[in-house]
């Protein structure tokens, strides 16, 4: 595994230093922990923002958002009986209540 030196502002390095006393972890483990948080968050930002992007540039677009409106009207009946299958089940399961036999079987 690579190994880098890091300078810490002194209040910043105390704080890491009662952190890793308190939990019980080397305050190197504590700063990949921290360092894979927050890599993982953005990555996950730039991810919802290519999301975002690609469906502001596809409501633009007439014919895509016209596409996309009657796609998700098809899908309508087959959503909202997924919703009343798992809010059946949600019931059962704070009622106590045995669940009956899979649709799908």
Known sequence: MPAFSLRLPQDLE???GEEAL????????LI???LEELLRRREQQ????GLVAAAE???RD???RAESLDVAADFLPADC???ALAEETTSRELTGQPSPQ???R
Do not use: I, N, V
Request: net charge positive; hydrophobic share 45%.
């Open 14 to 16: 105390r704080r890491l």
């Open 22 to 29: 308190h939990c019980g972890q080397p305050r190197s483990e």
């Open 32 to 34: 990949r922990e921290a």
């Open 46 to 49: 730039r991810f919802m923002a």
């Open 57 to 59: 540039a596809l409501m």
């Open 62 to 64: 007439p014919s895509a």
């Open 81 to 83: 009986e997924a919703l």
């Open 102 to 104: 899979p649709w799908w």
